[in-house]
């Protein structure tokens, strides 16, 4: 059965996490009207390694698991109520807040200790501005309210793909802004985190990072563009005194090749498309988002809202599988 718990914010009575005994996880139901309810809902019939607490409108999953079809009697929810009534498919400003107050509720969880981690369902940036937020992303918005200065985007396959982990050197951002934001500060702040947490959340003992150049051939020696040579390969040559494994500046067309990548374990683009466009090609339906840099542990799914999959049972779980379960062995490995 749902539980019945009304107030905002309480605690899953003890044992009532999804796997069994472990850590507890928290997921985000994320936007209502897409299928972060949906995939949610299929975490009962998931075996997981940890336990789990979906958060969200315990009416709004009811609602959605009577119309999929679903027994939720092994789920355990904490409850935050919806700003307003939800239509599956149909945007509403109104519940905004509601998608952050999911946020804020898994985020005070991991802080204060009762969650091991938040898993995140996705969320719909377009109807969070509408309703005058301002919102970039979910990285951006938990770096704001941790205060954590600098965080890095990794998305990471699984399973034969488990050594293709992307990570980002500038986000959501337009492109025509990616230039300024890819200055050496802030390329090595990238670089270390990347480094660190590859160690100490991946168990990798001295990683071995491929790095992209930001213009076509890496800027073909300068001819076209002179990034990698005043700003990415200088701090490349500093990292590596310092004992870092870094290959690149590489050209961003060719180091995605199955040669190149051999041996690698992990892969820095300098933006948004440049590298996440190869990853969700090769491991969108089990691809995981994790946030490093954090002073919490965040996994996420790698895709987004899917409004038209909202309610027809037609959503894809695999990749919130796939999050719960990074999660649960970054908490054993730590």
């Given at each position: 059965?749902?539980?019945?718990?009304?107030?905002?914010?309480?605690?899953?009575?003890?044992?009532?996490?999804?796997?069994?005994?472990?850590?507890?996880?928290?997921v985000?139901?994320?936007?209502?009207?897409?299928?972060?309810?949906?995939?949610?809902?299929?975490?009962?019939?998931?075996?997981?390694?940890?336990?789990?607490?979906?958060?969200?409108?315990?009416n709004?999953?009811?609602?959605?698991?009577?119309r999929?079809?679903?027994?939720?009697?092994?789920?355990?929810?904490?409850?935050?109520?919806?700003?307003?009534?939800?239509?599956?498919?149909?945007?509403?400003?109104?519940?905004?807040?509601?998608?952050?107050?999911?946020?804020?509720?898994?985020?005070?969880?991991?802080?204060?200790?009762?969650?091991?981690?938040?898993?995140?369902a996705?969320?719909?940036?377009?109807?969070?501005?509408?309703?005058g937020?301002?919102f970039?992303?979910?990285?951006?918005?938990l770096?704001?309210?941790?205060?954590?200065?600098?965080?890095?985007?990794?998305?990471?396959?699984?399973?034969?793909?488990?050594?293709l982990?992307?990570?980002?050197?500038?986000?959501?951002?337009?492109?025509?802004?990616?230039?300024a934001?890819?200055?050496?500060?802030?390329?090595?702040?990238?670089i270390?985190?990347?480094?660190?947490?590859?160690?100490?959340?991946?168990?990798?003992?001295?990683?071995?990072?491929?790095?992209?150049?930001?213009n076509?051939?890496?800027?073909?020696?300068g001819?076209?563009?002179?990034?990698?040579?005043?700003?990415?390969?200088?701090?490349?040559?500093?990292?590596?005194?310092?004992?870092?494994?870094?290959?690149?500046?590489?050209?961003a067309?060719?180091?995605f090749?199955?040669?190149?990548?051999?041996g690698?374990?992990a892969?820095?683009?300098?933006?948004?498309?440049?590298?996440?466009?190869?990853?969700?090609y090769?491991?969108?339906?089990?691809?995981i988002?994790?946030?490093?840099?954090?002073?919490?542990?965040?996994?996420?799914?790698?895709?987004?809202?899917?409004?038209?999959?909202?309610?027809?049972?037609?959503?894809?779980?695999?990749?919130?599988?796939?999050?719960?379960?990074?999660?649960?062995?970054?908490?054993?490995?730590?």
């Open positions: 059965m749902i539980d019945e718990r009304s107030e905002h914010g309480g605690s899953p009575a003890p044992g009532r996490g999804m796997g069994g005994g472990g850590p507890i996880v928290a985000t139901s994320g936007e209502p009207a897409g299928i972060g309810p949906d995939i949610c809902l299929a975490l009962a019939r998931a075996r997981l390694p940890a336990r789990v607490v979906i958060l969200g409108d315990r709004l999953l009811a609602e959605r698991a009577r999929l079809g679903n027994a939720i009697d092994d789920l355990a929810i904490e409850h935050v109520p919806l700003r307003a009534p939800v239509v599956a498919g149909q945007l509403d400003a109104a519940n905004a807040r509601y998608v952050l107050d999911i946020l804020d509720t898994a985020l005070a969880g991991c802080v204060d200790g009762r969650f091991a981690a938040m898993v995140t996705p969320v719909h940036k377009g109807v969070i501005n509408d309703a937020i301002p970039t992303g979910h990285t951006e918005y770096a704001h309210q941790t205060g954590t200065a600098r965080v890095v985007m990794m998305l990471a396959g699984t399973g034969e793909l488990s050594g982990r992307v990570a980002l050197a500038t986000t959501h951002l337009p492109l025509k802004d990616v230039p934001a890819i200055s050496a500060d802030a390329l090595t702040a990238t270390r985190i990347l480094h660190a947490d590859l160690v100490s959340k991946f168990g990798l003992a001295r990683p071995r990072i491929l790095v992209a150049g930001l076509p051939h890496a800027g073909e020696g001819h076209l563009g002179r990034e990698e040579i005043e700003v990415i390969a200088p701090v490349l040559d500093r990292l590596r005194a310092e004992g870092m494994d870094l290959v690149g500046p590489l050209p067309d060719t180091l090749t199955r040669n190149v990548l051999a690698s374990d892969q820095l683009a300098m933006y948004h498309d440049q590298g996440l466009a190869v990853l969700k090769a491991a969108f339906e089990e691809g988002n994790i946030t490093l840099g954090l002073p919490v542990l965040r996994t996420s799914v790698d895709h987004g809202t899917a409004l038209d999959l909202a309610g027809s049972g037609r959503a894809d779980p695999r990749s919130l599988f796939a999050a719960v379960k990074l999660a649960a062995e970054i908490i054993t490995r730590q």
